[in-house]
Nanobody
């Protein structure tokens, strides 16, 4: 069974930074791509960013582009999300995801990803 475990969430003031980490474990785990989604209270879960190990691409939601950076180490099954210039509207539970085969056309869709972490809370105060 594959497990994704996030860490690094917390409370930060607007304009501050946080770095989220995600570690994958499990037998014969391999993924084509990993990424992050987030869900604010009362709202749908939405795409934040993704990275493809095989395709060599990264992709960001418009709302975070230029402020967030996704990176990782496929060999170590580790994923990061560096979040700078945080805004109150970034407040959400952030989920790490992984998928065996990602269609670039649908990479923003939660249905493309096979595995999900439990989430880590990020709260940005004014």
């Amino acid at each position: 069974q594959v497990q994704l475990v996030e860490s690094g969430g917390g409370l930060v003031q607007a304009g501050g930074s946080l770095r989220l980490s995600c570690t994958a474990s499990g037998r014969t785990f391999s993924s084509d791509a990993m990424g992050w989604f987030r869900q604010a209270p009362g709202k749908e879960r939405v795409f934040v960013a993704a990275i493809s190990w095989g395709g060599g691409w990264t992709y960001y939601a418009h709302s975070v582009k230029g402020r967030f950076t996704i990176s990782g180490d496929n060999a170590k099954n580790t994923l990061y999300l560096q979040m700078n210039s945080l805004k109150p509207e970034d407040t959400a539970v952030y989920y790490c995801v992984a998928g065996h085969r990602i269609d670039q056309v649908n990479r923003r869709s939660p249905y493309e990803y096979d595995y999900w972490g439990q989430g880590t809370q990020v709260t940005v105060s004014k």
